[in-house]
């Protein structure tokens, strides 16, 4: 399962480039990023620490487009790929493939905070926050 993580991965993110239109200007959140922690509220409403649930993630953007892979101790847990708009504040995906069944009309705004390598993110709804995400710039191996 190893082996195929990092194959899905690069699949997704090919898949996503290669189905790029028009170049969109470079967005400063381009580049490569890696989880550090977050948390989600679960359907129960609890909230769910991925530091607990050993949840490890990478995400790509680029050009407008995003891909993602998290795993679970080592094992997929989810991932998708599709486009993004960011401004100052906001974050926005829009998945167009996705492991898991994509709600609120397909896309998933953000409100976010980049600062140095540092990328948060919280989503909410109905005032509510469900989701929150740390990212860290991936940095280039020697």
Not at 69 to 85: E, K, L, N, V
Request: charged residues 25%.
């Amino acid at each position: 399962m190893r082996k195929i993580l990092p194959i899905l991965f690069h699949l997704i993110a090919a898949t996503a480039c290669l189905s790029s239109g028009t170049a969109l200007a470079a967005s400063p959140l381009d580049g490569a990023w890696q989880l550090e922690s977050g948390s989600y509220l679960d359907n129960e409403g609890r909230e769910q620490d991925y530091g607990s649930l050993k949840l490890r993630g990478t995400k790509l953007l680029a050009d407008g487009h995003f891909s993602f892979t998290t795993a679970q101790d080592g094992r997929f847990w989810a991932g998708g790929s599709g486009s993004f708009t960011a401004d100052a504040e906001t974050y926005v995906e829009t998945p167009r493939m996705a492991s898991y069944p994509v709600v609120d009309g397909g896309s998933y705004r953000f409100s976010y905070t980049l600062e140095g390598d540092t990328w948060t993110l919280e989503r909410f709804e109905d005032g509510k926050r469900v989701e929150r995400e740390v990212w860290r710039r991936a940095t280039s191996r020697p």
